[in-house]
């Protein structure tokens, strides 16, 4: 299964993003890499996940979706970089 990088930037800061991140996670097992990004594995194409993320966001907000490969490098996060390891 591969791994994809899910990164958002709601340029507006403070809005509930809840809905958003909870359509993220229901894809499969996620870590989370900073405030607006998580990696997620799951077989689901990158071009299905941006179709179901724009029901929740804002036109003007910036998604990205990519397909992540190793190898990689983590500092600061050690089971960020566990967990990256496994699945990667």
């Avoid at 299964?1 to 894809?27: C, H, Q, W």
Wanted: with cysteine; aromatic share 10%; glycine share 4%.
């Amino acid at each position: 299964m591969a791994v994809r990088f899910i990164s958002y930037d709601p340029n507006e800061p403070g809005r509930d993003d809840t809905a958003l991140v909870d359509v993220i996670k229901k894809y499969g097992p996620w870590a989370k890499l900073s405030d607006y990004s998580y990696a997620v594995e799951t077989s689901v194409r990158p071009e299905t996940i941006m179709e179901r993320l724009k029901q929740d966001i804002e036109p003007y907000d910036i998604v990205c979706v990519i397909t992540m490969a190793g190898p990689h490098c983590v500092h600061g996060h050690d089971d960020l970089d566990d967990w990256l390891s496994r699945k990667l």
